[in-house]
Structure formats: structure tokens, C-alpha cells
């Protein structure tokens, strides 16, 4: 299995739009994130997770030929706003992309795509398929998949287990349960916006802390914000198991 990072940042990714800071204006490729996503590859089946507004660049950037499913964490724009992109893998495999949310994300999609999902629909829309999870396993073709349930803020979200590998983005709290079921996993991707407290998303200290405790091979940090700082002093300051991810960073499980 191959893990791909195809973005890293935050809602706004990085540079910020406006945005004079000296990390926006950094000339690091490290330091340039589009909004967050992963691509899980097997010999058999493609997913995604989250496909927000830079999905298409994504998709053209790691020269993605075939897509098997999205998994949505949650219903906001930056992991959602990219749909309408999946047209292009609809035309070329001849048939609906499946979807995979739980319900209240899927009635967000229905609402934000509702041409999409019209008795008559207009030529050339997408054509999804959605499939409703709950807080248990699932499977995509010959993939298993655990949900891993988190806050962000009062927003419940879905993390995904795939084997022995763990990805939660956008959340400030997970109890103990939920923790556990990462327990194990070789490598985990945990997000972290920036170093001070925020009321929706884990602090670097804390995602480390969680990262101390799961103990994987290796453990990156995701939804990484412009307040956080050069990627590559951040670095140095963590753990040597532990260290920013960025996009195009990928790994084999």
C-alpha cells in the first residue's frame, strides 16, 4: 500500500491569500501547501480521502488515473469543495464515483451539489454515488476500512484506519476508545494547525503528545497553518519519529 500526501495546509492552505508573513512569503517548497487530502493506493483500489477545492491540481500533479472511491472526514468546504472534479473520472471509467460519508455530510454534498442529484440532471454533471457509514468497519472493493470517530469543536468527524495505517485531520478531541483503535498502526497522520490552543484543531503539543502514546514507526503532522512556522525549523524541534508532512510526501506500508 502507498500513502500519498496530496496536501498538506489548511482551509486557506498556504501562502494565504494577502498573507505578508514571513512563512507565506517563504520561498521553501515545504513552506507551500494546498488544503488536505491523501491518496491511498493498493495493487487493486484507489481512494482518496477528502477532496476539497485544490482536488483537480491534485489529481493532474500525481497523475491519477483511476479513482475507486473518496472517503469524506467531514462536511466543510476545504475536504468537500473538489467534487465537481470527479466528472473527468466518471467519463473515463463509465460510472458513478462512490462516496463514502456519514449522513449528515451526505445531505451537506446533496445540498452543495444539488445539480448533481436532480431527477434531471444537466449533461455532464457528476455522477456520485453515495454510501452512508457509521462508526464501523466498511470495506472499498478488498480494503477494509475502521472509522475512527473525533470532535472538531462540537463537529463529529471520521478519521479512517486502513491496515496499518492511521489518519485523523481536523479535530481537538478523541476519547479514549476512539484512540485506541489506532493503536498499532506503523505510521499515523494526526493534524495539528499551529503551535498555540485553537478551539476546533489539536496544538502541535498535543498532537505529539497523542503521537508519544500510539507509538508508530512514524508519525506526520497534517493541516499545517501559516502560525505554525518554517517547516523545516519545526522539524527540528520534533521527535525524530515525528515530523511535518508535506505535499508529495509518500510512503509504502
Known amino acids: 500500500m502507498k500513502i500519498t500526501v496530496l496536501g498538506s495546509g489548511t482551509s486557506q492552505g498556504m501562502p494565504v491569500i494577502a498573507c505578508d508573513c514571513k512563512v507565506c512569503k517563504s520561498n521553501d ?15 487493486s483500489t484507489n481512494i482518496v480521502i477528502d477532496a476539497g477545492p485544490d482536488f483537480r491540481q491534485q489529481m493532474l500533479r500525481e497523475n491519477v488515473k483511476k479513482l475507486d472511491a473518496v472517503l469524506i472526514t467531514h462536511e466543510h468546504r476545504d475536504h468537500i469543495g473538489g467534487l465537481d472534479d470527479i466528472r473527468s473520472f466518471n467519463w473515463i471509467q463509465n460510472k458513478p464515483m462512490e462516496i463514502y460519508a456519514r449522513k449528515k455530510v451526505a445531505d451537506s454534498i446533496k445540498k452543495e451539489y444539488s445539480y448533481a442529484f436532480d431527477e434531471y440532471k444537466y449533461p455532464g454533471v457528476p455522477d456520485i454515488e453515495i454510501n452512508i457509514i457509521e462508526n464501523k468497519n466498511f470495506f472499498v472493493n478488498d480494503i477494509e476500512i475502521t472509522p475512527i470517530e473525533a470532535m472538531h469543536h462540537k463537529l463529529p468527524v471520521f478519521g479512517f484506519r486502513i491496515g496499518d495505517f492511521s489518519y485523523l485531520t481536523d479535530a481537538n478531541n478523541i476519547n479514549n476508545t476512539e484512540l485506541q483503535k489506532m493503536k498499532g498502526s506503523k505510521y499515523i497522520i494526526i493534524n495539528a494547525l499551529r503551535k498555540e490552543k485553537h478551539i476546533s484543531h489539536f496544538t502541535l503539543d498535543e498532537a505529539v503528545e497523542i503521537l508519544k502514546i500510539l507509538k ?17 525549523e519545526i522539524n527540528h524541534e520534533l521527535p525524530k519519529n515525528i515530523s511535518l508532512s508535506y505535499d508529495g510526501l509518500n510512503f509504502y506500508l
Open 29 to 43: 517548497k515545504y513552506d507551500k501547501r494546498l488544503r488536505t487530502s491523501i491518496f491511498v493506493e493498493t495493487d
Open 216 to 232: 508508530p514507526q512514524q508519525g506526520y503532522i497534517i493541516h499545517v497553518g501559516h502560525q505554525m512556522g518554517f517547516h523545516k
